[in-house]
Nanobody, 122 residues
Framework: QVQLVESGGGLVQAGGSLRLSCAVSGSIFSINIMGWYRQAPGKQRELVAVVTSDGSTVYADSVKGRFAISRDNAKNTVYLQMNSLETEDTDVYYC????????????????WGKGTLVTVSS
């Protein structure tokens, strides 16, 4: 069974930094895309940053230049370094493992973590 466990959320003052981690465990053959999304109450979940298996990245415009995503394929772990945090970054952050296969002939599936709360105070 595949599980995603996020860590690193918390309370930080505006201008500060946090580093989120998401470890994917279970029977894993490959993961195409790993990424972070965020969601505020009553709003749609939105992309923050994703990274492909070959290291290509995509960022939301609102975080470009402040956030950096990286992944360790050997550990099936994705990281999000968040710098220069703003109060608008306050949200629950969700990790996603996209296009995950548990075997070479298995179906591609998407998995989500349970989320970690990031609160940025002014």
């Amino acid at each position: 069974q595949v599980q995603l466990v996020e860590s690193g959320g918390g309370l930080v003052q505006a201008g500060g930094s946090l580093r989120l981690s998401c470890a994917v465990s279970g029977s894993i053959f490959s993961i195409n895309i790993m990424g972070w999304y965020r969601q505020a109450p009553g709003k749609q979940r939105e992309l923050v940053a994703v990274v492909t298996s070959d290291g290509s990245t995509v960022y939301a415009d609102s975080v470009k230049g402040r956030f950096a995503i990286s992944r360790d394929n050997a550990k099936n772990t994705v990281y999000l370094q968040m710098n220069s945090l703003e109060t608008e970054d306050t949200d629950v952050y969700y990790c996603k493992a996209g296009g995950l296969r548990v075997g070479p002939l298995s179906t591609f599936m998407d998995y989500w973590g349970k989320g970690t709360l990031v609160t940025v105070s002014s």
